[in-house]
């Protein structure tokens, strides 16, 4: 099994919906979840981490987190075609505490 | 704010030869990565750093070698490069004792 899950996709929403992006992990003893967005060419840039169950906000970027399912999500309100990217779920782990990534969510966001 | 560049966008390499991938921060950050990045296998890591002259072997090494000689500087050498080394490969950095990495733009390297 693979440490950190994600739905490849694509995911198609139109504009002003609410896009929800989906990632599971094994690693039960995970404490942080990174996001990272990756723009086609380009390299990953990070939106948000979060490290307690329950919600983060961050302007039209929400994650959620549930330990007790190891499924953390992101929520992208109001999606503008500007957010079609690949988005990333991130775990640390290793000696090193480096991040281990999903495989990315392909989002597109219809105008 | 945080900037990690590295040396090439895109590079064209012959099988065989030798090539280095640089890889620059300003921030003072230990820590030190790369990464390769393909279609379906995600991001994969070859090598990190915790610091000057340290380095760990990530999960795919093989054919890979780096070099910190310096704190902000960390170097990918293919030895003598393949066709199936051709990929995009990602640098990264972060404080220690830290999680959060910061990404270079990154270099397409084709090996012909």
């Not at chain 2, 900037?3 to 921060?25: A, P």
């Not at chain 2, 070698?65 to 902000?72: D, F, G, L, Y």
């Not at chain 2, 490969?89 to 830290?98: D, E, K, M, N, Q």
Request: net charge neutral; hydrophobic share 30%.
């Amino acid at each position: 099994q693979k440490e950190v899950e994600q739905n490849s996709g694509p995911l198609s929403v139109p504009e002003g919906a609410i896009a929800s992006l989906n990632c599971t992990y094994s690693d039960r003893g995970s404490q942080s979840f990174f996001w990272y967005r990756q723009y086609s060419g380009k390299s990953p840039e990070l939106i948000m981490f979060i490290y307690s169950n329950g919600d983060k906000e961050d302007g039209r970027f929400t994650a959620q987190l549930n330990k007790a399912s190891q499924y953390v999500s992101l929520l992208i309100r109001d999606s503008q075609p500007s957010d079609s990217a690949t988005y990333l779920c991130a775990v640390p782990g290793g000696s090193a505490r480096q991040l281990t990534f999903g495989s990315g969510t392909q989002l597109t966001v219809l105008p | 704010d945080v900037k990690v560049t590295q040396s090439s966008r895109y590079l064209v390499k012959r099988t065989g030869e030798k090539v280095f991938l640089e890889c620059v921060q300003d921030m003072d950050h230990e820590n030190m990565f790369w990464y390769r990045q393909d279609p379906g296998l995600g991001l994969r890591l070859i090598y990190f750093s915790y610091d000057v002259k340290m380095k760990e072997k990530g999960d795919i090494p093989e054919g890979y070698s780096v070099s910190r000689e310096k704190k902000e500087r960390f170097s990918l050498i293919l030895e003598s490069a393949s066709t199936n080394q051709t990929s995009m490969y990602l640098c990264a950095s972060r404080v220690g004792g830290t999680e959060t990495q910061y990404f270079g733009p990154g270099t397409r390297l084709l090996v012909l």
